[in-house]
């Protein structure tokens, strides 16, 4: 594989040099702030402030497409793939990270490495991103509920983002956690789930070529709704692993809590990985609505991890899954 | 008001008023004024008939409550059309979950009706809701007689069932349910009360000369 090794404890002294501009920037969009209140700029400038504070102008990315794990399928329109999200920071119903995120801030960000690996500390998303180059896949993404879609997600593999980090032989699991902002995400002011969100993955699961780091959809940043800026796509397990807006990985030697199990061990396990044979406790996962088929077309049969059996049943060769479900 | 006023004016008003979610479900399924039903409208369809049958049948469980509250014993006149409502809408909820969201797929529908609590008794309250439609005709009425309004309490049983099965498809944010389990227990408790205050003289008779027996029996 194709990765750029730094040097030990490389990546920590990029970071501690690019923490700086993080506060420039926030100072010079203080004083923006402040000279618009004042009535110093004019009112184009303020509008252009406006829309950036709402996230609506997605960026283009530079990328290419990773034909390998790319379904044939036709993926799912923009607007479904950023109008039925489950983000519950944002609010429980289908549109509300749609309609709820505006507020969010998603640069400038940066994430907190810590736990069994040499290198760890506070690193830009650019620091994070410099060395990898953006690829396109499309995925399939099952969600827990039983509904499905097709996404061409832009990121990088996690792994190599991971290895940069040298975690030890102690690292056995990586938890993730979700940014805690409340007066951003109002979903967060009440507790229908434990703030932070947090997930977690095997090592093997997170070093395996499958799961990627997200940040971007349709070839151009992700929408506030859909994870922005940064998530994990576990393709071949539930939509809920698949963390969004992240701010911390933690190499582990112990499994991690994660959210969902906490609030219902007995119908969101650790694993979660899609499985038509074993049934939410509440409803079947023997079949799934696509999102964006016709009204009276049927749902179509659940496949085994998703469909990406082939490439991750070994994970989990001897595992009762219905055990670790 | 008087009784033909409401006829002629209220129970038209209401009756619009009841249509409103289906016909917004046919405005948006086809697409009119640029509207949609969403990425899933299957799901959209389904929990719009689902909520509305639920909420029309705390509001006709409300009649008899508020007609008391506010002396506006009109209200009764609108009682069996929002019954009626009621009934269309969790019947509407049930055929889009049969034909739209399973697919007429037999095999799932049966075990997912025996298998899944909160399905089982959502499908209980439609079926305990069935007689209560077809008995709502006047004849129906003057042929039971005494024995209707038995019948007709069954409607407290199916709003707690209704209730429920709404709250035990939740994932974790409960609020909204919790609204409609606390109109319910203000409806049902209205009752209980009503209940047990039109029983108290009767049991408080015997002891009218003012030194309570409580070891007396009754007869």
Redesign the interface.
């Given at each position: 594989m194709l990765i750029k090794k730094p040097e030990p404890g490389a990546s920590a002294r990029i970071a501690s040099s690019e923490i700086t501009p993080e506060a420039v920037y926030l100072e010079r969009r203080r004083l923006l702030q402040a000279a618009v209140a004042l009535g110093v700029v004019g009112l184009g400038t303020a509008l252009a402030e406006d829309t950036e504070a709402v996230g609506s102008e997605q960026k283009s990315l530079q990328y290419t497409r990773n034909a390998r794990y790319s379904l044939n399928e036709p993926a799912?329109s923009y607007?479904?793939i950023t109008?039925?999200n489950n983000f519950?920071e944002f609010g429980?119903d289908?549109?509300d990270p749609a309609a709820n995120s505006g507020r969010f801030k998603p640069t400038p960000w940066s994430v907190t490495v810590a736990g069994e690996a040499e290198v760890t500390g506070t690193f830009t998303l650019e620091d994070i991103l410099k060395p990898h180059a953006l690829e396109e896949r499309i995925y399939r993404l099952r969600c827990v509920?039983a509904?499905s879609m097709v996404i061409p997600w832009v990121g990088v593999p996690l792994a190599n983002v991971l290895k940069r980090f040298k975690p030890t032989s102690k690292a056995k699991y990586v938890a993730f956690k979700t940014v805690y902002r409340p007066a951003e995400m109002p979903g967060q002011r009440?507790r229908?789930?434990e703030w932070p969100y947090v997930e977690g993955l095997r090592i093997d699961e997170a070093m395996h070529p499958l799961t990627l780091l997200a940040v971007g959809l349709y070839g151009k940043t992700l929408p506030n709704q859909n994870g922005a800026p940064l998530r994990l796509v576990v393709p071949w397990k539930y939509g809920f692993k698949s963390i969004k807006s992240i701010v911390e990985i933690n190499f582990t030697e112990k499994e991690p809590p994660t959210t969902w199990n906490l609030?219902q061990p007995s119908e969101y396990g650790f694993y979660a990985n899609v499985n038509p044979q074993v049934d939410h406790p509440?409803?079947?996962q023997?079949?799934e609505?696509r999102?964006?088929a016709p009204?009276?077309?049927?749902?179509v049969p659940t496949l085994m991890f998703n469909g990406y059996e082939k490439e991750v049943a070994h994970l989990y060769r001897g595992m009762d899954l219905r055990r670790f479900y | 008001m008087s009784p033909t006023f409401v006829r002629r004016y209220v129970k038209p008003a209401v009756f619009v008023a009841c249509s409103i979610p289906l016909l917004s479900v046919l405005w948006r399924g086809f697409g009119l004024g640029g509207t949609d039903l969403g990425a899933n409208p299957v799901e959209q369809i389904q929990d719009t008939f689902g909520q509305w049958g639920l909420r029309l049948l705390l509001v006709t469980l409300a009649i008899t409550p508020l007609k008391d509250w506010f002396r506006a014993s009109w209200l009764i006149l609108l009682r069996r059309m929002l019954g009626l409502f009621a009934f269309a809408y969790v019947l509407l909820h049930f055929l889009t979950w049969l034909l739209l969201d399973q697919g007429l797929y037999w095999s799932g529908i049966v075990v997912d009706i025996g298998k899944r609590p909160f399905i089982t008794i959502g499908f209980a309250a439609l079926l305990l809701l069935v007689p209560l439609a077809v008995t709502s005709t006047n004849a129906m009425m003057r042929r039971l007689g005494r024995r209707w309004k038995t019948l007709h309490r069954l409607v407290y049983p199916i709003s707690l069932l209704a209730v429920w099965h709404y709250y035990w498809q939740v994932r974790a944010d409960t609020r909204e349910a919790l609204v409609y389990f606390a109109i319910l227990l203000v409806l049902l408790g209205w009752r209980a009360r009503q209940l047990f205050a039109r029983n108290r003289p009767a049991t408080a008779r015997p002891t009218s000369s003012g030194t309570v027996s409580r070891t007396a029996p009754e007869s």
């Open positions: 799912n607007k479904d109008t039925y519950y429980s289908k549109g509920e509904w009440y229908s789930l609030l509440r409803w079947s023997a079949r609505r999102i964006g009204l009276f077309q049927t749902r | -």
